[in-house]
């Protein structure tokens, strides 16, 4: 069945507008980087001060990737994990609970938008623009986040996905009803909000947070659209008519 062009053909070249969460519409990335310190200091009390703890945690957490995915649950799981690896079954059950306790703490996190936000969403969604929020991470959380953000009620509605590859987003995109080229996704990771989309023939620009996770980092020739700030969308958008 060929693929509509979107309700809005002619008046815009883009239709549907999608909004990564983590780090683009909310902080994230902070408080794992806050709860890893923590971690760190913990496990490193029976480790001798050669071994990378951090390393290790990563390693843990990237072949964990598969069984957990992504969120903060996996991330918790991974830390007990490696915490147990590390050190060879030496850690104390007081530190694991305290690795426990952390991550719940971030669970139990209010949501906290970035500067903007709520204000472009808004001017999104009065321009007519479909809202979409395509994410990665734990189904129930994600959904809890959206719905504490104030910012449901403007999304034609939220996808949780396992992972953002093309595949992914040729099915975003196809449920949607709109061609590739008046699709855009925003997000802060060129590899999983930029490099994919523009792969399919779709837009997609870069709104850089200030701390990326590591998995997130990608190589590219620099020349992927990027904003300072999340406020600049709507007149990036209303550029490419």
Known sequence: MPVSPGRGAGRRAIEVVALD???TLWHSEVY?????RRFTELVS???APEVDVDAALAAVEHRNLHRYGYGIKGFTLSMVEAAIEVTDGAIGTEEVAQILASGQAMLDHPVDLIDGVDETVAALADAGYRLLLVTKGD???QELKIAASGLAERFERLEIVAEKDAVTYRKVVASTGVAPQAFCMVGNSVRSDVLPVLEIGGHAVHVPYHVT???EHADHDGTVPTLESIAELPAWLAELA
Not at 32 to 36: G, H, L, N
Request: proline share 0%.
């Open 21 to 23: 969460a983590d780090d």
């Open 45 to 47: 009390r029976y480790t």
């Open 139 to 141: 189904l129930h959380h």
């Open 32 to 36: 794992f980087e806050r709860t890893q």
């Open 213 to 215: 996770w590591a998995h």
